[in-house]
């Protein structure tokens, strides 16, 4: 089997799962994942410490299978603990898979990646997203990521979907960003009222009423919104 076969295949193997555990939609949460490694018998070990290089690590012995994963926020937590689904019901030959920076090339490793990505927002679901904010082959602008983010609350991440984009032709290879997404966001949409409230809480007084006064920028989002299209 070539590498692109492989891929293929790892790809091909998250829409049964996604259909086995009613996975509708690309906002595939934490609680989604439990239910599924309960299903499937997977105890989840959350460290409570980081390891350098490591995000997580599948393990299977006498006692039983383990999924060991650090404690990460929701959208990368999320898609660890599909990559390490892919462990479990592809690599069954293989009883610990560590994951992370150091073989994060390997062609069992990448696998994950896709069945990962796949699981959490599949490709044609994404073409279809895109087809309905009209974005062409070659024309995805960092904009138009930023919006299928919050149109669809998915959690595959913004480096997620930039690599889904570029891959797929929607954006030439290597024209999104590759970090600073939440800060664009903010520059497109405003602030979030939870971040602005605390920050007008730890702000001086005349700060904080500044702060608080500070429109949401709602009327924005229209306007945004044709501007995409
Ligand atoms: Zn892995």
Redo the contacts with the bound molecule.
């Keep these: 089997m070539t590498r692109s076969e492989y891929y293929a295949r790892m790809r091909a193997l998250a829409r049964p799962v996604r259909t086995a555990h009613g996975l509708a939609s690309c906002k595939v949460t934490r609680s989604d994942l439990r239910r599924i490694y309960k299903v499937h018998g997977i105890k989840i070990d959350i460290w409570r410490h980081k390891f350098k290089d490591l995000r997580?690590a599948?393990f299977r012995d006498e006692f039983g299978t383990t999924v060991m994963v650090a404690d990460l926020p929701t959208d990368p937590m999320v898609f660890t603990l599909a990559?390490?689904l892919?462990?479990h019901l592809a690599d069954q030959d293989a009883p610990l898979?560590?994951?992370g920076a150091r073989?994060q090339s390997e062609q069992?490793?990448i696998g994950?990646e896709i069945f990962a990505a796949e699981l959490l927002f599949p490709e044609d679901d994404f073409c279809r997203v895109m087809a309905e904010i009209a974005v062409a082959h070659g024309a995805c602008r960092p904009e138009h990521i930023i919006r299928v983010k919050r149109s669809t609350g998915t959690t595959l991440s913004y480096q997620g979907l930039v690599k889904r984009a570029e891959f797929l032709g929607f954006a030439p290879s290597g024209s999104l960003p590759r970090s600073g997404w939440r800060v664009l966001e903010e520059e497109i949409f405003g602030i979030p009222f939870y971040k602005r409230r605390r920050r007008a809480q730890s702000a001086p007084p005349d700060e904080a009423d500044e702060a608080a006064e500070t429109p949401e920028r709602q009327d924005d989002l229209p306007l945004f919104a044709a501007a995409v299209r």
């Design positions: 997580g599948y990559h390490e892919k462990h898979a560590p994951c073989n069992v490793e994950a």
